[in-house]
């Protein structure tokens, strides 16, 4: 296991001490949900690329997932103390190269290629998280743009220009909160070099364009709701748009849908910073771009519980979806498959003591993130892990030494676990905390 060289989807690459790939990271690689065809991750895909058409918009689906910190961060903006970019957050194959940790990672470089008017890149992203039904390590996005050249409009007029893309757009119903003015000079300013009428004029043709996707997708869901209960009754859909921050767009906003109750967040977007266009040699060109999960879509569009499914090979979740990639009409919710029980395991211990020359710390004791011991439990658990929560925190009075307990859910989707499996996965977690982490059990 100390080799200093991993090969990944058939590329070669040399490991340092930046290193973190975990076993079951290595193995999701390459799956690549969003385009097998009938899995609901395409599906997904393919209705919100309904809405952004060929030719205008060029997809692209089949970016490597191995990019450099400069394209994952620096071609963005995100200055050199970003939380974004620990190494408990992100995975380093080495100290320059990355797991994309989102599709931007890939803007510059097909703003550079300046091959079309706009462009959709699908892909899976790979995050350091908590595990719970709605993270996953990896996940996919998509990534959306559209660009307008001062050169090829009429007398160079961008707002005009997009204001008549925006009239050739549809309208729609849906009710849409949107409080904040389209920029704010402290919360959401315009960026230097952008007229007003620029930016108003691009952030309605964004707008209005993710307004009409939210549309298309709830149109599907409405149609596999009623297509699963007939009686069922639709509340009116609601959409909110929030002024938001990214390093390589300003102004900035989040879209959320109001699902079952609670305010969901689905995208960020914004209106690209010039100076991306400018490094991507690109000076004359002003646009838009929007990032959105398609997970979080797809378990809107199919109300699929648990986003572990995504990642299941039972027939019983994926006969549920064949057929549908040729024929959306035939859409329908999915059925869960009934719960097997949870085995709940409680683990408790002691961080290493400040005093020891090995504990490392910064003065305070033993550091340990919690997104490394979610990484441990899962490269032993996988997905029969449901859930892992901290249940307790307790700081020695005296001593000072410090003591955690996490519970973890040990479930399966697809089966009955044994109370002596659950047991197994236990004893090895907690092996693999006094290992890896050096803790000292209660
Ligand atoms: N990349 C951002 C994220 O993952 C989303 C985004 C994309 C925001 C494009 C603005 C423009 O959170």
């Known amino acids: 296991s100390k080799s200093t060289s991993i090969s990944i989807d058939g590329k070669s690459y040399i490991k340092d001490t930046w290193h973190n790939l975990s076993p079951s990271i290595s193995s999701s690689i390459s799956q690549r949900l969003h385009i097998q065809k009938d899995h609901p991750i395409c599906i997904t895909r393919s209705i919100i690329e309904s809405r952004f058409p ?3 918009y060029k997809y692209h689906n089949t970016f490597f997932p191995v990019v450099s910190t400069h394209q994952n961060f620096d071609s963005l903006g995100f200055p050199a ?4 970019r620990s190494k408990t957050d992100t995975y380093y194959v080495n100290e320059k190269t990355v797991l994309r940790t989102h599709t931007s990672a890939h ?4 703003f550079r290629a300046n091959e ?12 350091r998280d908590a595990i719970d039904r709605s993270h996953y390590p990896v996940f996919h996005q998509m990534e959306g743009a559209r660009m307008w050249d001062r050169r090829k409009v009429p007398n160079g007029d961008i707002a005009a220009a997009v204001w008549k893309d925006v009239e050739a757009l549809p309208k729609h119903e849906m009710k849409v909160e949107d409080p904040n003015p389209p920029t704010h000079p402290e919360r959401n300013p315009l960026q230097e070099g952008h007229s007003l009428e620029e930016a108003e004029a691009i952030a309605a043709h964004l707008k209005r364009s993710l307004e009409l996707m939210v549309v298309e997708i709830f149109s599907h869901a409405k149609k596999a709701a009623i297509a699963s209960s007939p009686d069922y009754v639709d509340e009116p859909l609601k959409v909110r748009w929030i002024e938001a921050y990214f390093p390589f767009t300003s102004p900035s906003w989040e879209l959320e849908i109001f699902w079952q109750g609670d305010w969901l967040e689905v995208l960020g977007c914004g209106v690209v910073k010039q100076d991306i266009m400018e490094k991507a040699g690109v000076p004359s060109q002003l646009g838009w771009a929007f990032g959105i999960g398609l997970e979080r879509m797809a378990m ?9 499914l995504f990642w299941s090979k039972d027939e019983r979740f994926l006969s549920q979806f064949r057929g549908l990639s040729d024929n959306l009409e035939g859409l ?3 059925v869960p498959f009934s719960k097997y029980p949870a085995c709940y395991k409680d683990v408790a211990f002691w961080l290493r003591s400040t005093s020891s020359a090995a504990g490392g710390g910064q003065g305070g004791g033993q550091d340990i993130h919690e997104n490394d011991i979610m990484e441990i439990v899962r490269d032993i658990g996988g997905d029969v892990v449901e859930d892992v929560i901290k249940v307790d925190e307790f700081t020695h009075p005296k001593t000072g030494r410090k003591s955690f307990c996490y519970r973890i859910n040990y479930r399966s989707l697809e089966r009955t676990l044994t109370n002596e499996e659950a047991n197994e996965f236990h004893e090895r977690v907690r092996e693999a905390l006094v290992e890896k982490l050096g803790v000292e059990l209660r």
């Open 54 to 56: 060929a030719p205008t």
């Open 81 to 84: 103390d970003h939380p974004g």
């Open 107 to 110: 803007q510059a470089d097909v």
């Open 116 to 127: 079309s008017e706009g462009f959709l890149i699908s892909a899976d992203v790979y995050r």
């Open 300 to 308: 809107l569009l199919f109300e699929i519980p648990d986003i572990r």
């Open 332 to 334: 329908k919710r999915f």
